[in-house]
């Protein structure tokens, strides 16, 4: 298992209890295979450096997880097929950082 750092833009349109049903969507994926979400941390809303899909804000999302590298195709795969992920990064974080 190693740790990633993952952030996520959602659209600005998404509310609190939509943002809530996302998290638990990508624990079920996590738990599925053995992995899991370590913390979860609400940036909300917030101006973007560029419009995205002619949105100027969205709201960010950082969260840690511990998961196999084997899984990440298919978390990115989620996510790209998801309409209220507008943008999302992640990276695998030093172990012993």
Do not use: C
Request: hydrophobic content about 35%; aromatic content about 10%.
């Amino acid at each position: 298992m190693r740790f990633y750092e993952n952030i996520l833009i959602f659209s600005p349109s998404i509310d609190e209890e939509e943002i809530e049903k996302e998290i638990k969507d990508i624990e079920i994926i996590l738990k599925q295979h053995k992995g899991e979400i370590i913390s979860v941390d609400k940036w909300g809303k917030k101006k973007l450096a560029y419009p995205i899909k002619k949105n100027d804000t969205g709201y960010y999302l950082l969260m840690n997880l511990k998961l196999e590298t084997k899984m990440l195709p298919e978390l990115e795969l989620k996510y790209k097929l998801n309409q209220n992920i507008m943008r999302y990064n992640i990276v695998r974080k030093e172990e012993n950082g």
